[in-house]
């Protein structure tokens, strides 16, 4: 594709269906002339005055944290960081499995060389206000009814893709492309098959080896 396609990703760090997504984005990055600005959306947030099941609404309590931590980080260092601090989470918490948020806050910081006290952020809702500006942005672009990831695509907004899988060099390409020509049609909204299977990351499979080693 010769034009440079401007790309917007929000994401929540713990969403396993945003991170395939990210992932993916990030090899488009090889193969494709792209711009991607990146933004934090969150499921804390997104599902706060939904009936959810019991056990999801627990786990999204813990979900505040590395998303208000990303906020406090950007405001203090710039948007820049966003990006690589998602990465550093990421890598985390669906490739080696942390399931302790506050540790993979401290490891996340640490790993991209930003000041530990920025954890502190992740138990206040000092920075709550952004956050909701942000996750706003990205939802009302797509409505109330979807979750995460959410991709602008030159400007025309989606939820997903969701994959399951992380396509690579010209595959990830061929997806991408076929992604910008849909956004590209006003009139189109969505389409949508029941899922058959969870996402499946081959670096945890490596991450294990490594820890078993």
Known sequence: MSEKTSVDFWFDP????????????????KVRDITVNWHVMSLAVLNEDKDVDPEYRK??????APVRV???????????????L?????????????????QVV??????????A????????????????ASHDEG?????????????????????GPVITRVPEGEEAGRLFDAS?????????????RSRTENPQFEQAKQFEQANAS
């Open 106 to 115: 401290e490891r996340a910081l640490e790993r991209v060389g930003l000041p």
């Open 70 to 84: 990303i906020i406090a980080a950007a405001e203090a260092h710039g948007e820049a960081v966003i990006g690589d």
């Open 117 to 132: 006290e920025l954890a502190q952020a992740a138990e206040t809702d000092a920075h709550d206000t952004a956050l909701r």
């Open 180 to 192: 910008v020509t849909l956004a590209s049609f006003p009139y189109f909204f969505e389409i949508k």
């Open 139 to 159: 939802i009302s672009k797509v409505g109330q009814d979807v979750g995460t990831p959410v991709v602008a695509l030159n400007g025309t907004a989606f939820f």
């Open 59 to 64: 786990g999204l309590e813990s979900a505040w």
């Open 14 to 29: 713990i969403c396993p269906f945003a991170w395939a997504t990210s992932r993916w984005i990030l090899e488009v990055e």
């Open 86 to 102: 998602y990465t550093a989470m990421g890598e985390l918490i669906h490739y080696e499995g942390v399931k302790d948020r506050a």
